[in-house]
C-alpha cells in the first residue's frame, strides 16, 4: 500500500505540475512534446522542486532506501519533460546534491517556487503532499522534517489548516498501517528469500534484484495485465517493509 500511495502521489504530483501554464512560460514544466531548456535550470520550476526535494530528504540526517528509490524516478519522470532527458536528469541529480548541503536558502527556494506557481494554489498543495509523502516515507516524521516544511508550506503560502490536514492524513495512514501488519523478522528473511546468516552486502544486493523485477513501471513497461501490475506492487511493498525491518534487526 505504501509504495502504492508513493507511485499514486508522484502521478498526482506530476500531474499537476504540467497544467495550466501558458507555452511561453518556459520555466514550467509541460508534457505537450519534449521541452528544450532555456536558461539555467536551477531558475526553471524542476530545478526549484529538485532543490524544496534534497531539503526536506536530508532534513533528518539521513536518506533512507525508499526516499532513494522515489527521488531516483522523480528525477526520471522530470527529465523526460525535456530534451536531452539523460543529461537534464544529471543535472537535477547535481542541483540536488549542491542543496543538500545546507538549509539557509531554504525559503528563498521556496518564494521563488510560488512565484512560478503563484496562479495555481492547487499545484502547490500537491508539492506539499509530495515533500510530506517524501518525509513520512520511512515512518518517522521528526522535528526537524516539521520545521522544514512548515517553513515551505509558509513560503509557498500555504493555509495552515490545509498543511496541518495533511500531516493529520499521513500520520493517520502510517499509524494504521503499522498497527494493521507488523512483519515478523522470521517472515522478513522469507520475503527477501535470503538467511538471516547473509552479511548486508548480499542482502542489500538480493533486495535490489527482487525491486526491478517487481516494480510497477518495469511490469507496466513489459506489457503485463493491470492485475499483474497490482499484485507487483503489492509485492514490492512487502519487500521494502523487509528491507527496513532486517536492517534494524542487523542494525
Not at 531558475?43 to 540526517?61: C, F, N, R, T
Not at 525559503?107 to 499545484?123: C, G, N, P, S, W
Not at 507496466?220 to 495485465?225: I, V
Amino acid at each position: 500500500m505504501t509504495q502504492l500511495l508513493v507511485l499514486v502521489l508522484v502521478g498526482i504530483v506530476f500531474y499537476m505540475l504540467t497544467r495550466g501554464y501558458k507555452s511561453s512560460d518556459f520555466q514550467n514544466i509541460k508534457v505537450d512534446g519534449k521541452q528544450k531548456l532555456k536558461g539555467d535550470l536551477q531558475d526553471h520550476e524542476a530545478g526549484l522542486l529538485v532543490s524544496l526535494m534534497a531539503k526536506v530528504a536530508k532534513a533528518d540526517g539521513k536518506v533512507s532506501e525508499l526516499e532513494a528509490e522515489l527521488l531516483s524516478h522523480t528525477f526520471t519522470d522530470i527529465a523526460n519533460h525535456f530534451e536531452d532527458s539523460q543529461n537534464i536528469r544529471e543535472q537535477l541529480k547535481a542541483i540536488y546534491k549542491e542543496q543538500m548541503e545546507s538549509f539557509e536558502n531554504t525559503i528563498d527556494i521556496a518564494q521563488r517556487y510560488f512565484h512560478l506557481t503563484k496562479r495555481d494554489y492547487q499545484k502547490r498543495l500537491k508539492v506539499l503532499e509530495y515533500l510530506l509523502n517524501l518525509a513520512f516515507i520511512d515512518n518517522d516524521f521528526s522535528k526537524t522534517e516539521f520545521m522544514i516544511t512548515e517553513d515551505i508550506a509558509n513560503a509557498l503560502q500555504i493555509k495552515k489548516s490545509d498543511f496541518e490536514s495533511m500531516i493529520a492524513q499521513f500520520e493517520h495512514y502510517y499509524a494504521s498501517k503499522k498497527q494493521a501488519h507488523k512483519l515478523s523478522i522470521e517472515k522478513a528473511y522469507e520475503v527477501l528469500e535470503v538467511n538471516q546468516n547473509d552479511d548486508m552486502a548480499t542482502i542489500k544486493k538480493q533486495y535490489r534484484k527482487l525491486v526491478k523485477q517487481n516494480h510497477p513501471d518495469i511490469v507496466t513497461g513489459q506489457g503485463a495485465s493491470q492485475s499483474i501490475i497490482d499484485e507487483a506492487t503489492e509485492k514490492l511493498q512487502q519487500i521494502n517493509e523487509a528491507y527496513e525491518l532486517i536492517k534494524k534487526h542487523k542494525g
